[in-house]
Nanobody, 118 residues
Framework: VQLQASGGGLVQAGGSLRLSCAASVSIFSIASMNWYRQTPGNQRELVATITSGGSTSIADSVKGRFSISRDSAKNTVYLQMNSLKPEDTAVYFC?????????????WGQGTQVTVSS
């Protein structure tokens, strides 16, 4: 599974960005697709998840501002980020969890930088 993330950039506080993560396989074959973010010196933080069944979850730190959605025809998952704050500045990564029989594999896309200026 290959994941291609895009959509990062520089935005002023209060602005919006939409990140995209395009998968090389049907997203229905992927148990969950997730967005993480990471700042220097810190571990990756799970931001949002969407399962193959369409269930979603959002981290408390961004709840009410971020949302996750998908376009199955494009095998793409989106992270809509509104009311951005400087503390949202991070490298954002998309991730896919796929099950194979009794095992599973996590796949990572390349990161996309989001910078929010105050």
């Amino acid at each position: 599974v290959q994941l291609q993330a895009s959509g990062g950039g520089l935005v002023q506080a209060g602005g919006s960005l939409r990140l995209s993560c395009a998968a090389s396989v049907s997203i229905f074959s992927i148990a969950s697709m997730n967005w993480y973010r990471q700042t220097p010196g810190n571990q990756r933080e799970l931001v949002a998840t969407i399962t193959s069944g369409g269930s979603t979850s959002i981290a408390d730190s961004v709840k009410g501002r971020f949302s996750i959605s998908r376009d199955s025809a494009k095998n793409t998952v989106y992270l809509q980020m509104n009311s951005l704050k400087p503390e949202d500045t991070a490298v954002y990564f998309c991730n896919a969890l796929k099950y194979y029989g009794m095992g599973s594999t996590k796949y990572w896309g390349q990161g996309t930088q989001v910078t929010v200026s105050s």
